[in-house]
């Protein structure tokens, strides 16, 4: 079992920034990837990013890329989420998950096993 615990959302002007934290425990940190998703109302949970165990190998979808940064503390047992440059159609709940697995987890909901209770980014124009 891993338990995730996020922080950070909040309210923000357009070309602002955030630094969404998720933190684990239950299992040791080095034996799994995370992800971040969101969800925006009335449309489907989205992938956002991943990171593999060894934080070198990370994935992003296409509309963040050059904006958000994921990123692993390992002191801390925590992902973090860097969003800079935001846009209001950033504004969702934003998820973070873990997969069972080393490497970057890819962008399907199906391989992630644990998530965490969301935390509200939204972006003002």
């Known amino acids: 079992q891993v338990q995730l615990i996020e922080s950070g959302g909040g309210l923000v002007q357009a070309g602002g920034s955030l630094r969404l934290s998720c933190t684990a425990s239950?299992?040791?940190?080095?034996?799994?990837?995370m992800g971040w998703f969101r969800q925006a109302p009335g449309k489907e949970r989205e992938f956002v990013a991943s990171i593999g165990w060894s934080g070198i190998s990370t994935l992003y979808t296409d509309s963040v890329k050059g904006r958000f940064t994921i990123s692993r503390g390992y002191a801390e047992n925590t992902v973090y989420l860097q969003m800079n440059g935001l846009k209001p159609e950033d504004t969702a709940v934003y998820y973070c998950a873990v997969a069972l697995i080393n490497a970057a987890p890819p962008p399907q909901r199906s391989a992630y096993d644990y998530w965490g209770q969301g935390t509200q980014v939204t972006v003002s124009s």
């Open positions: 239950g299992r040791p940190f080095r034996t799994y990837g």
